[in-house]
């Protein structure tokens, strides 16, 4: 099976900055692939570039082994491409289940007399978030009520219901506690389970290092290291992430 999305020698720059350069990167479907680096490493950019914000100097991008050529974030949504950024695009004062759909609520009715569906919203979104580990038993309650990981993950249960194939998270954990990243990462491995091909965008190689089958590690807009779970430590992680080279 070709990877779901694959990127090949893809260089970024913008004018004589040079924020890509030489990046190879292949994600398969049903794998968590963690893609690390310090701030400035450029992981930013190829989140950008993943997800059609951005499109590269050169290089290819590929999906499902087809060369593309993403114009925007829409076309990436059309090949069931889903970014959920840190800060969410969620508003904390509606409902969940208006969250959930967010402008693409199911209706009933016809003409004059066509209205949201509520009954059938807020019982798909209680059951898509059971799905994802979250148990909402009202629906109605307003966003702002759940702790930082259940809203992360609500927008991850609302980007596989609405069809996602790769999901590519970025910077998820960052304002996150403990507990609250674990209710994340819980999510994360249930989207794995259901063969949804994942990209953990983070610095944190601790947080990483669970949930990852493959680590991707970005220094200064270029690969420094690429390996699977079984041939990386946390401790190694972190060196490469440092910039240290070698074992």
Same mark, same amino acid.
Do not use: C
């Given at each position: 099976m070709p990877p779901a999305i694959a990127v090949s020698d893809v260089g970024k720059r913008y004018g004589s900055v040079v924020a890509l350069e030489?990046?190879?990167?292949?994600?398969?479907?049903? @794998?968590?692939?963690c893609l690390l680096g310090d701030n400035g490493a450029g992981k930013s950019t190829l989140?950008?570039?993943?997800?059609? &914000?951005?499109?590269?100097?050169?290089?290819?991008?590929?999906?499902d082994g087809e060369g593309v050529r993403l114009g925007s974030p829409l076309e990436?949504?059309?090949?069931?491409?889903? @970014?959920?950024?840190?800060? =969410?695009? &969620?508003i904390p004062l509606m409902s969940v289940?208006?969250?959930?759909?967010?402008?693409?609520?199911?209706?009933?009715g016809w003409g004059p007399l066509r209205r949201i569906d509520v009954d059938r919203c807020a019982q798909v979104a209680r059951e898509e978030l059971e799905r994802a580990g979250i148990d909402v038993r009202d629906p109605s309650r307003p966003m702002a009520s759940l702790s930082g990981g259940e809203r992360q993950a609500v927008a991850v249960a609302r980007a596989l219901y609405f069809g996602a194939k790769v999901l590519i998270l970025?910077?998820?954990?960052?304002? =996150?506690?403990?507990?609250?990243?674990?209710?994340l990462l819980e999510a994360?491995?249930?989207?794995?389970?259901?063969?949804?091909?994942? &990209?953990?965008? @983070?610095?944190?190689? =601790?947080?990483?290092?669970?949930?990852?089958?493959?680590? &991707?590690? =970005?220094?200064?807009?270029?690969?420094?290291?690429?390996?699977?779970?079984?041939e990386v430590s946390?401790?190694?992680?972190?060196?490469?992430?440092?910039?240290?080279?070698?074992?």
């Open positions: 030489g990046v190879t990167v292949s994600v398969h479907a049903g @794998t968590v692939t989140v950008k570039v993943l997800s059609g &914000v951005e499109q590269p100097t050169s290089g290819r991008y590929e999906i990436a949504r059309a090949h069931g491409i889903a @970014t959920v950024y840190q800060d =969410l695009a &969620v289940w208006r969250n959930f759909f967010l402008g693409s609520e199911p209706t009933r970025d910077e998820p954990t960052a304002a =996150l506690g403990v507990r609250q990243s674990g209710i994360v491995e249930r989207a794995k389970r259901r063969g949804v091909a994942v &990209v953990f965008v @983070t610095h944190n190689p =601790l947080q990483a290092h669970p949930v990852g089958d493959r680590f &991707v590690v =970005l220094q200064r807009g270029r690969v420094v290291a690429d390996a699977a779970k079984d946390v401790e190694r992680l972190t060196r490469w992430m440092a910039g240290a080279a070698g074992p």
